[in-house]
């Protein structure tokens, strides 16, 4: 267990180091840790966008990369909108994102499909505000500044929840930092509040003197999505790859619910989070979700996001959010409003 009881000054650099080392440019190359490296053998190759603990560290911890007959080779980023240039770029043929950074993408007709998605508690997904603050609850943001990365879960989570507190995008200022610089300005006090999502919200919470101002539980759609490039799942070896890729991660989520402690553990080591964090965030977030098919109900909910997007001029226009799902991959998986997984009420 890493020390936890050092000043929170103490810990910002380490933490900031963290965030910066696990996104921003690609890490395909080199050996080791999260984002590094290819796993598997074979003459086929899948590109997997991923991000800070993620898709790599909950196969790995599963068991789930021990006997690939294909290889993948990983690259990782700070946020799903640099992911998404990269599948779009012909990059990376598939990877993980949120609700909305797909919008975002589709909005500048990016070449991308959502091909599969799970259904999480949005517990994680939060306006962080520092402890001392006098903000109550989120009402009381007009006219403060606010750090979030544009086109993120974390942005549509905002703009949601300014929404239900009666405000407006316009009502506050918006500065669109990815983590690592969101995290220095909200730890040195150029921001009010911070709107971001898990394992982020875990470890500042635990780190960074920070406490919820409100989740987006009963705000959000909890969904997250595996959007690939369309070229790939053209490619009938890399569509099979593709298939046993998004079984994987559905087994994968199935043994996180179940072997918390175990999961955090070796997401811990694999990514340098500290142990309790890593727990807290299984226990908020991680661990819930449950993979579902990209059905009705989640193209209508997504296109929700779109029309919220496109009435605030924060995309260019409205588009038809079906046009861009791919539900070959939905085979007998239980609908998109399946309840997530719970660990209880303290969760």
Known sequence: MRARHLAPAALLLPFALLLAACGGASRAEGGGGTGSGTDGKGSLTLNVGDQKGGSEALLRAAGELDDLPYRIKWSTFTSGPPL?????A?????GAVGNTPPVFAAA????????????SRSDGETILVKKGS??????????????????SSAHYQLIASLKKAGLTPKDVTLNYLQPADALAAFTRGKVAAWAVWDPYTSQALD????????TGQGVVNGLSFQVAAPAALDDKKKSAALRDYT?????????????????????????????????????????????????????????????AFAALKLIPRSFDFGAFVDPRFNGDLPPSGTAPRTYGKDH
């Open 247 to 307: 079984e994987r991660l559905r087994r994968a989520q199935d043994w996180v619910f179940k072997h918390p402690d175990a999961s955090a553990e070796a997401w811990a080591k694999e990514t340098g989070l500290p142990d309790k964090v890593a727990l807290d965030a299984v226990k908020r977030t991680r661990g819930t979700a449950v993979a579902v098919a990209v059905d009705k109900a989640a193209v209508a909910s997504e296109q929700r996001i779109v029309d």
């Open 207 to 214: 780190q960074a003197d920070a406490r919820v101002l409100t």
């Open 90 to 94: 012909g990059a990376v043929d598939v």
């Open 134 to 151: 006098p903000l109550k609850r989120p009402a009381q943001l007009k006219g403060k500044s606010i750090a979030v990365a544009q086109g």
């Open 108 to 119: 500048a007709k990016s070449k991308i499909k959502v091909i599969a998605g799970s259904h």
């Open 84 to 88: 998404l240039e990269a599948i779009n």
